[in-house]
């Protein structure tokens, strides 16, 4: 029997009140398969243990994480805690320490979500985001000069390696033959003449590898609007750290909100654990009541299942959530529905099917 080793962080807020339920459904899907097991140890990391311990995380944390084979995390972030202590301290360190270099954000709008864009067919709103990780942007690159002063200086440093921008890029690629999908970049080439030009060039010289996808390159104030009035457009799409950050909360947005998006921190090469989440927060303002839409933590648990190579139960796991919506029966408040955060769960575990 196989074993997969997850390493779960429930993290702050409704950060296990979501983790739950995401952990109910693997091991649902490990029942019904047989073929292999997941064995989860649980890490009390965040905020709360910020508070105790004056750290987010143990020092020794990213040693640890790197025994498993997967890390699955809810939420952090809380009140009384700087937001940039609890991203850089935890989720970035994370991110960063373990290469997870390639974010996988699918936008996919499921039926029974309203449409929010009425002239536009639904299954037009359907694609996947790979966003850059690790660099550009958010690289953590930059200075803060004269503070306080009359000629304060803040600079903020884009860093785009030749070796980061092209692994993204190629993985997108092969992500788009493997899907016999187009590939769409979005850069910002003409108002920032080094690094966005950089990256275009690059897709262009990996683009001439593979003849047989489909490309096409946006600025990225273009794609917004394009996003919002021609969605069929975008296929599966490559971009930058800042931008795939943006985009991803408007194609959240398309496709139901934050209760239903999900994210997956890949490192491809698997030296090292990957990461899977909601991308939603930990929404103190309903924390600790049983509400929270548990369907983004699900979803990312359908990444962890296609992440091992079980691709069909990542499709059942969609289905189960799709079949839940439609039905309407079982739904979370900010759906419109008065059901808890476990009733969810069960309803979506009831709604999984046997394949095989
Ligand atoms: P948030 O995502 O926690 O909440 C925004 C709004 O969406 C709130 O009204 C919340 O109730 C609602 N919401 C979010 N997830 C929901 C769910 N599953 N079901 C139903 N409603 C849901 O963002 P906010 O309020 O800006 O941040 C709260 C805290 O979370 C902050 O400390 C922030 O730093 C942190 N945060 C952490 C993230 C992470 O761990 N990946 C991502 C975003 C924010
Ligand atoms: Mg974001």
């Not at 309203?114 to 359907?126: F, Q």
């Not at 980061?164 to 080439?189: N, P």
Request: proline share 4%.
């Amino acid at each position: 029997m196989k074993v997969h080793k997850i390493a779960v962080i429930p993290g702050d807020g409704i950060g296990p009140e979501v983790i739950d339920e995401g952990v109910k459904v693997l091991q649902r899907i490990a029942e019904l398969d047989g073929s292999f097991t997941f064995e989860f140890d649980y890490f009390p990391w965040g905020c709360e243990y910020y508070a105790k311990n004056g750290k987010m995380m143990d020092d020794n944390g990213l040693d640890i994480l790197k025994n498993y084979d997967a890390i699955y995390l809810g939420a952090v972030g809380f009140p009384g805690v700087p937001d940039h202590i609890s991203l850089w301290d935890l989720l970035l360190k994370i991110r960063k320490g373990f290469d997870q270099y390639v974010n996988l954000r699918p936008i996919k709008l499921l039926n029974g979500i309203p449409n929010a864009l009425s002239n536009v067919p639904r299954e037009n709103i359907d694609m996947l985001f790979i966003r850059e990780n690790t660099e550009g942007e958010y690289a953590g690159a930059g200075d803060w000069l004269n503070k306080g002063r009359e000629d304060e200086i803040a600079l903020q440093t884009g860093v785009f390696t030749r070796k980061g921008v092209e692994r993204i890029i190629r993985y997108a690629f092969e992500e788009a033959r493997k899907q016999g999908k187009s590939l769409t970049s979005i850069s910002k080439g003409n108002a920032m003449q080094y690094s966005m030009v950089f990256w275009d060039q690059i897709f262009e010289e990996v683009a001439n590898e593979y003849p047989d996808v489909k490309i096409d390159s946006y600025l990225v104030d273009a794609a917004s609007m394009l996003l919002i009035k021609d969605p069929k457009r975008f296929e599966i799409v490559v971009t930058t750290n800042l931008f795939g950050d943006i985009l991803t909360d408007l194609g959240a947005a398309l496709a139901g909100g934050l209760g239903l998006a999900a994210g997956a921190n890949v490192n491809p090469e698997k030296t090292f654990p990957s990461m899977f989440e909601p991308i939603h927060g930990s929404a103190p303002d309903i924390a600790g009541q049983g509400i929270a839409n548990p369907m983004a933590t699900v979803w990312s648990a359908s990444q962890i299942l296609d992440f091992f190579g079980y691709e069909q139960w990542g499709n059942q796991v969609i289905q189960a959530i799709e079949k839940t919506l439609v039905d309407k029966k079982v739904l979370t408040p900010d759906l419109e529905g008065s059901s808890t955060t476990a009733d969810v769960g069960d309803e979506i575990i009831n709604n999984l099917v046997k394949i095989k």
